[in-house]
C-alpha cells in the first residue's frame, strides 16, 4: 500500500505542477512551487485522512470519517487563496491565482483519494480554461486596440 499512497502524491505534484507551470509562464505570484506544494499536501492529507487513523480507531463506538481533514484543506487553501487577492485602485487581482490554488487542492485531494481520472481530467480542464481564457483576452485587446487606431485615424483626417 506504501508504493500506492507514494504514486498518489507523486501524481498530485505532476499534476499541480502542470498548473504551477503555466502560472508561472503567465508570471502570476504562485507559480510551480506553489501549486505543486498545494497538490503534494492535498493528497498527502487526504491519504492521512483515509489511512492514518486506521489502528487507532479499534472499538466498534468509533468510526472514521475521512471527509473531515478533506474539509479542513478546503477552508485552509480558502485561507491561502484570500491572501493573494488584492484591491487596488477599484480594480481585484489575483483572483485567478486563488481560485488556481484552490482547484489544485482539489486536484491533490482527488489524487490522494485514488481518483487519477478526475484530477487528470480536471487538470486539463483547468489549463485548457487557463489558455482559452488568455486567447480571448489577447483578442479582445486586439479589437480594443485596431478600434482606438481607426478612431485615432479619422479624426486625424478630419482636421
Same mark, same amino acid.
Given at each position: 500500500?506504501?508504493?500506492?499512497? #507514494?504514486? @498518489? #502524491?507523486f501524481v498530485a505534484a505532476i499534476l499541480g505542477g502542470a498548473i504551477g507551470l503555466e502560472r508561472e509562464y503567465r508570471e502570476k505570484a504562485a507559480g510551480f512551487r506553489t501549486h505543486f506544494l498545494v497538490a503534494l499536501g492535498s493528497a498527502l492529507f487526504m491519504i492521512i485522512s483515509a489511512y492514518g487513523f486506521e489502528h487507532a480507531?479499534?472499538?466498534?463506538? $468509533?468510526r472514521l470519517d475521512? =471527509? @473531515?481533514i478533506? !474539509?479542513?484543506?478546503?477552508?485552509? #487553501?480558502?485561507?491561502i487563496g484570500a491572501g493573494t487577492i488584492i484591491f487596488q485602485k477599484n480594480t481585484i487581482r489575483g483572483l485567478t491565482t486563488a481560485a488556481g490554488v484552490w482547484?489544485?487542492? !482539489? #486536484?491533490?485531494? !482527488?489524487?490522494g483519494g485514488g481518483l487519477y481520472t478526475l484530477a487528470l481530467a480536471s487538470t486539463l480542464m483547468v489549463l485548457l480554461g487557463l489558455e482559452a481564457f488568455n486567447y480571448w483576452l489577447r483578442r479582445i &485587446?486586439? *479589437? @480594443? %486596440? *485596431? !478600434? =482606438? $487606431? $481607426? %478612431?485615432?485615424?479619422?479624426? &486625424?483626417?478630419?482636421e
Open positions: 500500500m506504501t508504493l500506492e499512497f #507514494i504514486l @498518489r #502524491i480507531l479499534t472499538s466498534p463506538e $468509533h475521512v =471527509s @473531515r478533506a !474539509a479542513q484543506v478546503v477552508t485552509g #487553501i480558502g485561507f482547484v489544485t487542492a !482539489a #486536484i491533490g485531494l !482527488a489524487c &485587446d486586439n *479589437k @480594443r %486596440k *485596431k !478600434a =482606438s $487606431h $481607426h %478612431k485615432e485615424e479619422v479624426t &486625424d483626417s478630419e
